[in-house]
């Protein structure tokens, strides 16, 4: 078993920043990769970002790339978002997942294990 909790989210204005962290405990692996995925109301989890934990693999969705930053540090077993520019159609619930590779990053249905989420609101 894998644990998540996300931490970070707030209110912030447009051209705002906020920073997100997922701590990660249980079974984990070096070689996991660990991703961020966005629910907004009424709508689906979409993937934003994914990186590999091992070989720091970066993956973005196209939407994020120069905003956003996903980085971690191995010591103490947590992943980051870095969220530069923020626009108001970020504002969404900001879930932190993981998955043993399977060579594909930005697929909910590749991920095993998943946090409850942390919400963001950027306002206009």
């Known amino acids: 078993q894998v644990q998540l909790v996300e931490s970070g989210g707030g209110l912030v204005q447009a051209g705002g920043s906020l920073r997100l962290s997922c701590a990660v405990s249980g079974r984990t692996s070096s070689s996991y990769v660990m991703g961020w995925f966005r629910q907004a109301a009424g709508k689906e989890r979409e993937f934003v970002a994914a990186?590999?934990?091992?070989?720091?693999?970066?993956e973005y969705v196209d939407s994020v790339k120069g905003r956003f930053t996903i980085s971690r540090d191995n010591a103490k077993n947590t992943v980051y978002l870095q969220m530069n520019s923020l626009k108001p159609e970020d504002t969404a619930g900001y879930y932190c997942?993981?998955?043993?590779?399977?060579?594909?990053?930005?697929?909910?249905?590749?991920?095993?294990?998943w946090g409850r989420g942390t919400q963001v609101t950027g306002s206009s």
């Open positions: 990186i590999s934990w091992g070989r720091g693999i970066l």
């Open positions: 997942a993981v998955q043993s590779p399977r060579g594909i990053m930005d697929s909910r249905s590749e991920y095993d294990y």
